[in-house]
């Protein structure tokens, strides 16, 4: 089994985005928006249910539903296309195929040759080089997320968009695959959706909040420390309490 060897070689990315408009059922969701990612940066952003948080997601990505809009944009001018990895709440593994060509299946379904040796590095950064041959029915919840993420690094994209992928999972694997991300992700342009003001307080570098309707967006300024946060620690958890007067779920 091969030594895990660096697995980034896309150069950082500032993302830009501006105007941008939702419209859902009738409803304005959000309307003039603006949003920029920082470049190596890890960003979250939090926010009620239903208020649009996976919508701007989808729009970052290149996924434009009906009735969202807004101008898109790399920080050197350019389009994201084909420079943005995505990864969804769930682990989305094809059952028919093993771990090894589950990582690796981005570039087979674009005609390209799949880099292996590369793939199982990769494996083994996420402490699953002895699974590559197993079928995804044979893991774990948390060895499914592990295989999505080695697959979203496999991509090698400079902007890794993530929507809740650990939600589904129990405290401690979601502890753990949150500080696995901080550490494999580290130096690329992330911007991480969730509902769980001390998942954004652990990984943030900077935690955005989108609230109200139509949705605005402001930044949590003076977070304690730096990321991957201990959630126990003191000051996270006065963060989190203010995290929940900023959404509203507390007086």
């Known amino acids: 089994m091969p030594d895990p060897v660096p697995e980034s070689i896309a150069p950082p990315l500032a993302v830009n985005l501006r ?3 939702l419209v859902y ?15 190596g940066c890890f ?3 939090l926010g009620p249910s239903g208020i649009g948080k996976s919508s701007l997601l ?5 996924l434009t539903p009906p009735g969202i809009s807004g101008e898109l ?3 050197d001018g350019r389009p ?11 682990d989305l593994l094809l059952p028919w195929l093993n771990v090894l060509n589950n990582v690796t299946l981005g570039s087979r379904l674009r005609g390209e040759g799949a880099d292996q ?9 996420v402490g699953l080089a002895d699974c590559a041959p197993a079928r995804p029915e044979a893991l774990s919840g948390g060895m499914r997320q592990r295989v999505a993420l080695a697959r979203t690094l496999m991509e090698d994209r400079a902007v890794v968009l993530m929507d809740e992928p650990f ?12 500080a696995l991300a901080a550490e494999l992700l580290a130096g690329r342009t992330v911007f991480l959706v969730t509902h769980d003001p001390l998942e954004a307080l652990r990984l943030g570098e900077h935690i955005l909040i989108m609230n109200g309707r139509p949705a605005t967006l402001s930044t949590l300024t003076d977070l304690p420390g730096t990321p991957p946060r201990d959630p126990g620690d003191p000051a996270v958890q006065a963060a989190y309490r203010a995290i929940l007067r900023r959404l509203e779920v507390v007086a």
């Open 80 to 90: 994201l296309t084909g420079r943005v990895a995505y990864m969804a709440q769930q």
């Open 167 to 178: 939600s589904g999972l129990d405290a401690l694997t979601r502890l753990r695959l949150q």
């Open 58 to 62: 989808r729009l970052l990505a290149g």
């Open 43 to 45: 960003t979250c952003l």
């Open 73 to 75: 944009r790399g920080g």
């Open 117 to 125: 040796e590369r793939a199982l590095c990769l494996l083994a950064r």
């Open 25 to 39: 059922g009738g409803l304005t969701l959000f309307d003039g928006l603006d949003l920029d990612l920082a470049e």
């Open 19 to 21: 105007a941008a408009r």
